[in-house]
């Protein structure tokens, strides 16, 4: 049975860092591209950061040059590197496995089936 299980999150002060961590069981790891998702009160989930099964990394521009992706393929796990917070971060943020990516105009643009619960992220001083 496929599995994502985030951990990390908290509350942090702007200017901030943060690790998640999402620890994946019941598929094979290595062969997926994963993303992470947030979604903020009152919004809908915004993916912003994903790795491909290669290490391939993409991100959105609201994060970019602020957090990092990667992958642990021998633990079977993902990591966000999150630095330079901001109110604006705030959110529940999960893990999810990519079914379909698409790459229209050199952009990636993931679709994802399973995802874990999240954990939650607040920014506040």
């Known amino acids: 049975e496929e599995a994502l299980v985030e951990s990390g999150g908290g509350m942090v002060q702007p200017g901030g860092s943060l690790k998640l961590s999402c620890a994946v069981s019941?598929?094979?790891?290595?062969?997926?591209?994963l993303v992470w998702v947030r979604q903020a009160p009152g919004t809908g989930p915004e993916w912003i950061a994903a790795i491909t099964a290669d290490g391939r990394t993409f991100y959105k521009d609201a994060v970019k040059g602020r957090f990092t992706i990667s992958r642990e393929n021998a633990k079977m796990t993902m990591y966000l590197q999150m630095g330079s917070l901001k109110p604006e971060d705030t959110a529940l943020y999960f893990c999810?496995?990519?079914?379909?990516?698409?790459?229209?105009?050199?952009?990636?643009?993931?679709?994802?089936?399973?995802r874990g619960q999240g954990t939650q992220v607040t920014v506040a001083s």
């Open positions: 019941g598929f094979t790891f290595s062969t997926y591209d």
């Open positions: 999810a496995r990519v079914s379909f990516a698409s790459y229209l105009g050199g952009e990636y643009s993931p679709k994802y089936d399973y």
